[in-house]
């Protein structure tokens, strides 16, 4: 029978057999391929999405994989297609989704905390919500096709453009990539970073990276811009921090973009807000051209997404990488393979 890895409790993963129910009317059936694993994730492994989670419950949201069963009514799918799905469902109804804010339904469901995820070796869900991959992209790269959104989303609601100075405050996946869409818009990037691992891939990757335990942030910032300041700060660390970090970096009518969810509030300098002009964007999730820009900039290379995969484990692992991932250390992305039942069985990089 089928396995899937499932939230239980706080800081409790088991892995039991999860039979799905066959593919409905507008359906289809998936074999999951890669899953990743994301802060999101973390957040929920800890316990602060009990609210909204109801346990045991299927984890994963960030997925390539293959149809194996199309339901009635699908068109334009086939057995055996290489897929990601954006797992957002939403109700067309309420006032977001009538101003065309779809992907923040004020009823939203996300597919991997709200309802069952992909961590699991059959997954039924909406076709509606697929997203086709191009035959020549390796599925272990294409799980990272959803956080990619994540960053083309970022980039667009902080709106950068060519040329502009912009400071990325987390060097974790979601912030190198949101480094890496910045820069194809030819933006000068820099990246604030306390783990000399993180830093590390960065600058292998053509970036700039600061510590900000020990480089004085808002001095180089200075000399950077010739006392301007930045025109564009993310916000990815998550931290007290890195917030207040990313005010000080702006220069005049800066924009901040919030990335990072932050489960307790924040003091922000609102004086300098007031002083310089500046502006703050949420950002949150992605829209489906959002995903297949995604799905381009992975498929060409211009976010090398392998090298943001530190380590690929079997389904059966899965619980342990969760624990792996909340330590630390020199770690980046870890994918779990569903089709893997141990170690000795996972893929090779490229499949």
């Not at 002083?275 to 051209?289: I, P, Q």
């Not at 020199?330 to 569903?338: A, G, P, S, T, W």
């Amino acid at each position: 029978m089928p396995l899937a890895v499932r939230y239980v409790s706080a800081r409790t993963l088991d892995t039991a057999p999860a039979e799905p129910s066959p593919p409905g009317p507008g359906e289809v059936e998936l074999t999951p391929a890669f899953v990743g694993i994301c802060g999101t994730d973390l957040h929920l492994f800890h316990g602060d999405m009990d609210a909204r989670v109801a346990a045991p419950a299927v984890l994963g949201h960030e997925m390539s994989g293959r149809i194996a069963r199309v339901g009635p009514g699908v068109e334009g799918w086939r057995t055996g297609d290489a897929v990601t799905v954006m797992p957002l469902r939403w109700d067309d109804t309420c006032p977001a989704c009538r101003a065309g804010h779809q992907h923040i339904c004020q009823h939203l469901d996300f597919i991997g905390i709200d309802s069952p995820g992909a961590m699991q070796q059959r997954w039924t869900v909406p076709a509606a919500t697929l997203v086709r991959l191009p035959g020549t992209l390796a599925l272990d790269l294409a799980a990272l096709v959803e956080p990619t959104a994540v960053a083309v989303h970022d980039v667009g609601r902080a709106e950068v453009t060519g040329g502009e100075k912009v400071v990325v405050v987390g060097g974790g996946p979601v912030g190198i990539l949101i480094a890496l869409v910045a820069r194809a818009t030819g933006a000068d990037i820099r990246v604030v970073e306390p783990s000399a691992h993180r830093r590390l891939l960065a600058e292998e990757l053509g970036l700039t990276a600061w510590d900000p335990a020990t480089d004085d942030v808002a001095a180089l910032v200075g000399r950077w811009t010739g006392d301007a300041g930045a025109d564009v700060a993310f916000e990815v660390s998550g931290a007290a921090a890195g917030v207040d970090t990313a005010v000080d970096v702006l220069g005049v009518r800066g924009r901040l973009c919030l990335v990072a969810i932050h489960s307790r509030p924040r003091e922000v300098d609102l004086h300098r807000f007031f002083w310089r002009e500046l502006t703050l964007v949420g950002a949150r999730l992605y829209s489906r051209r959002d995903f297949e820009t995604a799905v381009a900039l992975v498929a060409d290379g211009t976010v090398p997404a392998g090298r943001l995969i530190s380590k690929v484990v079997p389904l059966t692992q899965a619980p342990a990488a969760f624990e792996a991932l909340e330590g630390g250390g020199d770690v980046m992305k870890i994918l779990v393979d569903c089709t893997a039942a141990t170690a000795h069985d996972v893929r090779e990089a490229g499949v």
